[in-house]
C-alpha cells in the first residue's frame, strides 16, 4: 500500500510545485524580492562586519558574509515570498478548491512553499560558492553542520511563512506582517551583526530566537568552533521552534479568505 501511495503523492507534489513555480514567475515584484534582494544585501554588511574585532571571536569576514548570504535568502527568497505566496492562493480560493481534490493539507501547503525552498536552497549555495571563492574563505571546518543549518532554516522559514499568513488579511499587507520577524532576525539572530560579538547576556537571549540556531550552525559550519554539546542545543532549539510552528498552523492557518 504504502509503496502505491508514495509515488501519487509525489506526482501530486510535483504538479502543484510546477503550477506555484508557474505563478511565481509571473509575479515580477516576488522574483524581485525573492532572486535580487539576497544577491545584494550581504554586501552591505561587509563594512560593518570590516569594524568589528571578529578574529578575537574566532570569526573572519568571508564567515559573516556567507552567514549573512544565506540569512538573507531564508528571510527573502524563502519566508517574505511565502506568506505573500500563500495569502494569495488563499484569497484567490485557490487553497479552497485545492482540498476538494486529492491533495491533503500538508500536501498543499508542502507544494505551494516547494519552489520558494528550492530557490532558497540554490540561492544560497551559489552565494556560498561565490563568498567562498571571492573573500577566499577556503573550505567549510565542519560542513555537515553548515548542512545541518541550512536545511533547518529552509524548514522553519517556511513554516513560519505559513503561520504569519495565517494573520494577514490581504497579499497587500504581506510584506508589512512579515517584517517584524525580519527585522528581529536581521538584527538579533547573527544575519547583519554574529551573535558571538555580543554581551553574553543579549546573546543567550538572541539565541533562542527562532532563525539563531540554522544561522549558528551555518556560520559553525565554517569557523568549526561549535562544540557537540552546543550544536545539539542549536539543533534541539530549532527543532522545537519547527515543531511549534508546525502546531500553530496546524491549529491556526486558514483555508478561506478572510473577509
Not at 506526482?11 to 510546477?18: D, N, Q, S
Not at 494577514?168 to 539572530?189: D, I, W, Y
Not at 527562532?210 to 561549535?226: F, K, N
Amino acid at each position: 500500500m504504502s509503496s502505491l501511495v508514495l509515488p501519487g503523492a509525489a506526482r501530486r507534489l510535483r504538479a502543484l510545485a510546477r503550477a506555484e513555480l508557474t505563478l511565481l514567475g509571473r509575479n515580477r515584484s516576488a522574483v524581485v524580492t525573492a532572486l535580487l534582494v539576497p544577491l545584494t544585501l550581504p554586501f552591505s554588511v561587509q563594512p560593518a562586519a570590516g569594524q568589528l574585532d571578529l578574529e578575537a571571536h574566532g570569526l573572519s569576514v568571508g564567515a559573516v558574509m556567507i552567514t549573512a548570504a544565506i540569512g538573507f535568502s531564508f528571510l527573502f527568497a524563502v519566508y517574505t515570498s511565502l506568506v505573500s505566496a500563500f495569502v494569495a492562493r488563499r484569497e484567490e480560493l485557490v487553497l479552497k478548491r485545492l482540498r476538494t481534490g486529492e491533495l491533503g493539507d500538508a500536501e498543499i501547503l508542502v507544494g505551494t512553499a516547494l519552489p520558494a525552498v528550492c530557490v532558497g536552497l540554490a540561492q544560497s549555495l551559489v552565494l556560498a560558492a561565490g563568498c567562498a571563492v571571492l573573500l577566499d574563505t577556503g573550505t567549510p571546518q565542519a560542513p555537515y553542520l553548515s548542512v545541518l543549518g541550512l536545511a533547518l532554516g529552509l524548514v522553519l522559514s517556511a513554516a513560519l511563512a505559513a503561520l504569519t499568513a495565517s494573520f494577514t488579511r490581504t497579499p497587500e499587507s504581506a510584506q508589512v506582517t512579515a517584517l517584524p520577524l525580519v527585522f528581529v532576525s536581521m538584527v538579533g539572530s547573527g544575519i547583519t551583526i554574529p551573535t558571538e560579538v555580543m554581551p553574553d547576556r543579549l546573546a543567550s537571549v538572541c539565541g533562542l530566537l527562532p532563525l539563531s540556531p540554522a544561522i549558528r550552525l551555518v556560520r559553525a559550519g565554517w569557523t568549526g568552533d561549535l562544540s557537540a554539546y552546543q550544536a545539539l542545543g542549536a539543533l534541539a532549539t530549532a527543532l522545537a521552534w519547527t515543531a511549534l510552528a508546525v502546531f500553530a498552523v496546524r491549529r491556526w492557518f486558514r483555508w478561506e479568505p478572510r473577509r
